[in-house]
């Protein structure tokens, strides 16, 4: 079965930074592809970031290509997001799934993000 863990989230000023990790298990992390997603509660969807299985190929989304970086431990099964200089905008649920690209896909409970001043 094919569980994804998200954590990390929580509360930042303008300008602060978080550090959002995914727990996988259930399939094989090191050969999939992944990536982040979040979501402004009644709002769609938005793509944030993907990497290669072997992190050789990363692309941001381009509101958060500057700040953001995605990473991942393979021998950790664990996926990443490192969020720098943080803005109001971004304040949303943010989910990591299979797959380098693209919105749809299953899910975990995902972390919440709140950036407020």
């Known amino acids: 079965e094919v569980q994804l863990a998200e954590s990390g989230g929580g509360l930042a000023q303008p300008g602060g930074s978080l550090t959002l990790s995914c727990s996988a298990s259930?399939?094989?992390?090191?050969?999939?592809?992944m990536r982040w997603v979040r979501q402004v509660q009644g709002k769609e969807v938005e793509w944030v970031a993907g990497?290669?299985?072997?992190?050789?190929?990363?692309r941001y989304a381009i509101p958060v290509r500057t700040r953001f970086t995605i990473s991942r431990d393979n021998a950790e099964n664990t996926l990443f997001l490192h969020l720098n200089d943080l803005k109001l905008e971004d304040s949303a649920r943010y989910y990591c799934?299979?797959?380098?690209?693209?919105?749809?896909?299953?899910r975990g409970q995902g972390t919440q993000v709140t950036v407020s001043e």
């Open positions: 990497i290669s299985s072997d992190a050789a190929l990363i």
């Open positions: 259930g399939f094989d992390f090191g050969a999939t592809g």
């Open positions: 799934l299979k797959g380098m690209y693209g919105i749809v896909g299953m």
